[in-house]
Each structure stands twice: as structure tokens, then as C-alpha cells.
């Protein structure tokens, strides 16, 4: 195949992949001083909110499978990120965040954080909260469409 522009209708349906795809690459590059590695920030994210989680419920939330998470979790684990703990009534273990967990996340939060700052300040013309808001829009429609 030469260059696939027969299977879009228009050249922004192609541009809007090729985006998609570069946002997609990015997530495996690592600030070099980042503590924690991707899965464990993502689950540490979600965890984030205060509610502590099963395998299960952080295998839909994160849209992977729950093998995948076990693993990742395990990692969290031995890392000292995670606690896992029983509920009375409930079969399932409960994960959530400890100290350590938690001043990790944070401290790899405040370095994303500062990493968008620089890149608003360089998205010129832009507007992040146009952006917010088109994503936003973009993601909610996406998901109409399952």
C-alpha cells in the first residue's frame, strides 16, 4: 500500500490518525526522573480519587485485561506503591495507594504537570482550554460511537 490515502474520506480524517497515533507513541517515553513507570502511575491515577479498587474494577477502568493488570499491580506491589486488603463481605481483595504510592504519584504528577506548563507556554497560537474542551468533545463522541 502506498500511502493509504484512499481509505479516508478527506485528508483530516488522515491527519486526525497520524495525531492520534503521535499522542499513542508518547505514552511510553518516560521523564528520566520520573519515579514511577506508566502503569504505575495509571493505576495509581486512578486510585487517586480515594476510593480503593478490586482487580477486576481496575482491569475495566483501565481497559486492560485483567491478567495484565494483575501483573502491573504486582509490580505497584513489591514497588511499595499498593496495599492489598480484605473487606469484611467481600471476596475480592481492595488495592489502593500507601505513603510511598502516594508521594511517588505525586511527585511524578508535579513533573507532568510542569511538562504541560512548558508546552502551553509553546502552543502558540493555542488555547488550553480550547483544547481541553475540543478533546473533551472529541472523546465523548468517540464513545457514542461503541
Known sequence: MENGDEIWPSAVHRDV???LLRLRRRR???DPEAVLDSSAFQILWLLS?????TLRELSVDLDLEQSTVNR???AALRRGYLERFQVSGCVSW?????SVGLEAFRHD???????LNRVFADL???DPEALLTQLRAFNDAYE???
Open 72 to 74: 502491573q499491580v504486582n
Open 124 to 126: 502558540a497560537p493555542g
Open 49 to 53: 480519587d480515594g476510593r480503593a479498587r
Open 94 to 98: 481492595m488495592h489502593r495507594p500507601t
Open 109 to 115: 504528577g508535579r513533573r507532568r504537570a510542569d511538562r
Open 17 to 19: 490518525v497520524e495525531e
Open 28 to 30: 511510553h517515553v518516560l
Open 144 to 146: 457514542r460511537q461503541d
